[in-house]
């Protein structure tokens, strides 16, 4: 299972701007996604660990999380995000 990490186009950012938004303080948790969710990062800085696999998630990354997922989140700077899962 992979996380995809990309910039967004200009289509990606201005559909996700009318999602609703989550934030985190910096922590670290575990998280497992029944659906796969799609996300704008606003602020902020995550790692975002599965079995062997670390993923380094920044503010202006489009993030696509498949559903069945099983991670480690771990916030070094508080997050902002828009987010929709499908």
Not at 36 to 55: A, D, F, K, N
Not at 66 to 77: Q, R, T
């Amino acid at each position: 299972m992979e996380i995809l990490v990309k910039k967004p186009t200009e289509e990606e950012a201005a559909q996700m701007k009318l999602n609703p938004i989550w934030s985190c303080e910096v922590s670290e948790f575990d998280w497992h996604y029944e659906s796969e969710e799609t996300c704008l990062i606003l602020e902020g800085e995550v790692s975002v660990q599965h079995g062997s696999t670390s993923v380094a998630i920044a503010a202006g990354d489009y993030v696509v999380f498949p559903a069945g997922l099983s991670c480690v989140w771990k916030v070094s700077k508080p997050i902002r995000k828009h987010y929709l899962f499908k």
